[in-house]
């Protein structure tokens, strides 16, 4: 889908009075683009009714749900005794901790140390908590393993080409090509990301009649062979 999205995404910008982008600069915003829609997603599927027919609100909710399906993760985390955080990438997307079963419930680092000396509240077997820094998670009372729940980071889209006659020409066979992980239902909301980072603002109508030119061009080469 990535060498679609590129073409699309130059001719709008060329339309628009921008001009046309070059690979390593479309490159540049993939990864920012896709991962911005990703964030964006669970509130989506937190709208019971949505209205806004732009953008990726009009996608079905199944869609939205096996998109972030995909990415979900469930591990347990082991720790020694004497290390009081559990090892946790901090650029992954945490979205629970339980603790022998419990749900730990998140507070920032000096709320858990403070409470964890508490003679009243401390946190107990029966209502956990947690808090997370660059060294990890830290769950209280202390446990050697938990269980987490998070997003993992999806890999960085790349268009990948070889130079013919001065222009790049899209080849999928080099090591370092990555499509999108989204499904084509985000095809429409990824040309306007995309076009966004750069300062153009499109509608998803642009994105539709440009499509649709395409597969009309597509269909009048097939039949002329």
């Not at 989506?44 to 990726?56: C, F, I, S, T, V």
């Not at 979205?95 to 946190?123: C, F, H, Q, W």
């Not at 790049?168 to 499904?183: G, W």
Request: glycine fraction near 4%.
């Amino acid at each position: 889908m990535i060498d679609e999205v590129y073409k699309v995404v130059n001719v709008l910008l060329n339309k628009n009075g921008y001009g046309v982008i070059t690979p390593d600069e479309f490159n540049s915003v993939c990864g920012l683009a896709q991962s911005k829609i990703y964030s964006e997603i669970p509130n989506r599927l937190r709208m019971k009714y949505n209205r806004d027919k732009q953008g990726y609100s009009a996608i079905p909710k199944d869609i939205l749900e096996n998109a972030l399906y995909k990415l979900a993760v469930v591990e347990d985390l082991k720790k020694g005794d004497d290390d009081p955080f559990f090892p946790f990438p901090p650029t992954e997307k945490l979205n629970a901790v339980y603790r022998e079963g419990k749900e730990a419930t998140m507070i920032d680092v000096a709320r858990l140390r403070m409470i964890g000396n508490s003679r009243y509240n401390r946190p107990s077997e029966t209502y956990p908590n947690y808090s997370i820094t660059e060294d990890g998670i830290q769950v209280l009372p202390d446990n050697p393993s938990i269980e987490v729940h998070y997003y993992k980071i999806p890999p960085r889209p790349r268009w990948t080409y070889v130079v013919i006659e001065g222009k790049p020409v899209f080849n999928p066979s080099v090591k370092s090509y990555q499509d999108f992980t989204l499904s084509e239902h985000f095809f429409n909301v990824l040309v306007i990301e995309i076009a966004l980072c750069f300062g153009v603002h499109l509608r998803e109508a642009e994105v539709i009649q440009v499509m649709a030119q395409d597969q009309a061009n597509e269909f009048q080469k097939d039949n002329t062979l």
